[in-house]
């Protein structure tokens, strides 16, 4: 069973800047998506950054140029780099796993292993 634990939240002021992480056990890279998603209170759980095991990476238009999804296949590790943080970006931060057949993307629909939640603060 795939596990994914969160860290990296917590209170910032606008401008500021977070890098969260995501540590993937009993997990298989290849042929895999893994993502960033986040959930405001009252609010959808919105997709917000995913990296496929070739490289390839797509942000939504709320977060590009700020913020930046990588990964250390040695050490299973999902990192989210957020720069020029805003209050809007307050938020529970979610990483989400698609194995084989699960194709990821920015639907939540499309991952079927997620984490606990990291809290993001940010304030003005």
């Known amino acids: 069973q795939v596990q994914l634990v969160e860290s990296g939240g917590g209170s910032v002021q606008s401008g500021g800047s977070l890098r969260l992480s995501c540590t993937a056990y009993?997990?298989?890279?290849?042929?895999?998506?893994m993502g960033w998603f986040r959930q405001a209170p009252g609010e959808e759980r919105e997709g917000i950054a995913y990296?496929?095991?070739?490289?390839?990476?797509g942000y939504a238009d709320s977060v590009k140029g700020r913020f930046t999804i990588s990964q250390d296949n040695a050490k299973k590790i999902l990192y989210l780099q957020m720069n020029s943080l805003k209050p809007e970006d307050t938020a529970m931060y979610y990483c989400?796993?698609?194995?084989?057949?699960?194709?990821?993307?920015?639907?939540?629909?499309?991952?079927?292993?997620w984490g606990q939640g990291t809290q993001v603060t940010v304030s003005s």
């Open positions: 989400a796993a698609a194995t084989r057949g699960w194709f990821g993307g920015f639907s939540s629909r499309r991952y079927n292993y």
């Open positions: 009993r997990y298989t890279y290849s042929n895999s998506c």
């Open positions: 990296i496929y095991s070739n490289g390839t990476t």
